[in-house]
């Protein structure tokens, strides 16, 4: 039997950039390329995301994109941090100190004396006689202060109710939201249509959640001398991107999980969704990732391993003195002269759907996703280095698009997009791979995309932010060009490929194949193929015949019609998410089973039992 192929028929997410729908964030990076309608359409509508409407364009941009750290995260300048001090006691006068009866510590540290100043008890002098090491809070300068940050203003918790929600679980709601809106057929449309165990949901974040919300708040609570909350410990595991999006917006009892590769994250579900719709086991997969990084604990961890690009290491790139001031905008320049990465937040997700739904609900297409391959990197010498396994993945993605298209396709309406993480290592070992994959296929000049010199590295949704940008070059025409660099460094592998500081205008006609490509730690590698709009009408015109398209054709009118008014209002900064908290609850006792079946109260069709999975015995 044939696979179904998995169709991208809805899409969003929010970055540095703007939000995904509608493809504003990607026009925000292509700006320079746009007509002046094109601009002020997207600075006007990057103006109500940012709560700013009829701001100037300099201050949209400026507001956008990677940049120095806002103080609505922390003061760069003065960021807060805990130092031990040893006080050393005097030979013959102990120390003395008074403090409140409330906040006298039990069991009393060695070496304190605590004697009551009166009969209540509500104060009392300590006295010391030895050595003794304290914690001070105080602040300090942060060695890297450049990250991608949201667009200044914008507050993604203040579009709904959500009180205790980490910042990236607010991104999740809305990026899911924002995705299946941008269908333009109703979520309930959708769920009707299928069984409700043909739908699933994958997503994940890398870091979990450790703001204050989440895991930090909970890790920190004692040492802070805070009290740890109910929900500190739920919300921190890196499968809440999933499961608040089965919950709170789709209301979904499908099939639902949270893969994780590090830096692969998203092409890790995105793989699982693919395999579950190619085998015909779902027919509807909400696919994404979500990561809210930019908090100094975790800058600090990074910062550890070599890995981003501090303000220090900057200033010596572009020949400056420790007295100048960093330049933040270009922090990110994968290819070119570099020193590590740059932290990033994202929420990225799609909604991939079967073929043959696709075409009975008249749904949009905005691409299609063949394949995903993953590949370890076997013995390594260090954990964080690349290695072989992405030589594998880059082959099977390219491979797969020769099988399908043919060579000449590859070769001439291709384009990649590279993991291209600012560090000097992959600069070098990434470049490498695609050379000689360009080589092994008969490439001359392969367009390669950064999209990291925008939009900074979010870890887990990395590769949702390329395949957004992907989803933009199949609709205008244009592969993003690498503005962060002068040009690219002579250790750059790049005989046969095309790494340019500027857009790359190829039209519609040379965007057809979207490689996506995705290193992590530990060896978790990752490259999608993805198929452009005009590819996949070719492939359901061959399949269902020219007289079935043409229907279908006329029927995708009410979804285009539907979405582009979600965009308007979108575009006014009213996203109005899907969150559903409490609504349209599960009454257990009205669920009905048979030996064939298992009904759910409020779903418009059962789930059918007595699957053989494939054996026979």
Request: glycine residues 10%; aromatic residues 8%.
């Amino acid at each position: 039997m044939a696979n179904f192929l998995p169709l991208i028929v809805g899409f969003g997410g929010y970055n540095s950039a703007g939000r995904s729908s509608g493809h504003q964030a990607y026009r925000r990076m292509i700006f320079e390329s746009l007509g002046q309608a094109e601009r002020q359409h997207t600075v006007d509508s990057l103006a109500y995301l940012m709560d700013k409407p009829g701001a100037e364009e300099s201050t949209v941009l400026n507001g956008t994109l990677v940049r120095r750290i806002e103080s609505n995260f922390f003061n760069v300048e003065n960021t807060a941090m805990g130092k031990k001090i040893t006080l050393e006691a005097h030979p013959e006068e102990p120390a003395r100190f008074i403090i409140a009866g409330k906040d006298l510590p039990y069991p009393l540290p060695d070496h304190w004396a605590a004697e009551p100043m009166d009969e209540s008890g509500k104060r009392y002098q300590i006295s010391i006689d030895s050595n003794q090491t304290l914690t001070l809070s105080c602040t300090s300068k942060m060695a890297v202060q450049a990250a991608g940050q949201l667009p200044s203003g914008f507050s993604p918790g203040s579009h709904y109710r959500s009180q205790h929600h980490p910042r990236g679980l607010q991104l999740a709601v809305l990026a899911a939201s924002d995705a299946v809106k941008s269908m333009g057929i109703d979520w309930k449309v959708v769920a009707d249509s299928v069984s409700p165990d043909a739908i699933a949901v994958y997503s994940s974040s890398v870091m979990s959640q450790l703001d204050s919300t989440g895991f930090g708040g909970m890790m920190q609570a004692r040492q802070l001398a805070s009290r740890v909350t109910s929900k500190q410990l739920a919300m921190g595991l890196n499968t809440m991107p999933a499961d608040f999006i089965n919950a709170y917006v789709l209301g979904s009892v499908g099939a639902t999980g949270g893969v994780t590769g590090a830096c692969a994250t998203f092409l890790y579900n995105l793989r699982q969704g693919v395999e579950d719709i190619r085998s015909g086991r779902r027919k509807v997969v909400l696919v994404g990732a979500s990561e809210a990084p930019i908090i100094p604990e975790v800058m600090d961890g990074y910062a550890a391993m070599s890995a981003l690009a501090t303000d220090a290491d900057l200033l010596k790139l572009d020949g400056l003195n420790a007295c100048d001031m960093a330049n933040h905008r270009r922090a990110s320049r994968p290819f070119g002269q570099n020193c590590g990465f740059t932290l990033a937040e994202s929420s990225q997700f799609v909604v991939l759907m079967a073929d043959d739904l696709a075409m009975e609900l008249g749904a949009q297409v905005f691409g299609a996703v063949p394949g995903v391959y993953i590949n370890a990197d076997g013995h390594k010498k260090s954990i964080s280095a690349p290695g072989a396994g992405n030589y594998i993945t880059m082959a099977k993605a390219v491979s797969l698009a020769r099988t399908l298209m043919g060579e000449e396709a590859v070769r001439q309406r291709s384009f990649v997009h590279a993991h291209g993480s600012s560090t000097p290592h992959n600069r070098v070992t990434e470049a490498k791979i695609f050379d000689e994959i360009a080589k092994t296929f008969g490439i001359e000049s392969w367009p390669v995309a950064a999209v990291k010199a925008y939009l900074g590295h979010s870890l887990g949704p990395a590769s949702g932010d390329q395949l957004m940008a992907s989803l933009g070059s199949f609709a205008h025409g244009i592969v993003p060009g690498i503005k962060t660099i002068e040009g690219v460094a002579d250790d750059v592998y790049a005989k046969r490929l095309h790494i340019s500081n500027v857009d790359n205008n190829r039209g519609a006609a040379g965007c057809e194949i979207a490689f996506l490509n995705s290193k992590g730690f530990g060896g978790n590698n990752a490259t999608a193929t993805v198929l452009s709009p005009s590819v996949v009408h070719t492939y359901l015109e061959k399949h269902y015949g020219k007289k079935q398209m043409a229907v279908f054709q006329q029927s995708q009118s009410v979804a285009v019609e539907k979405a582009s008014s979600y965009l308007q209002s979108a575009d006014k900064g009213e996203l109005n998410p899907i969150y559903e908290f409490g609504t349209d609850l599960i009454d257990e006792s009205q669920i009905t089973i048979t030996p064939d079946a298992i009904s759910l109260p409020g779903y418009a069709q059962p789930i059918t039992l007595g699957d053989d999975e494939g054996y026979s015995f």
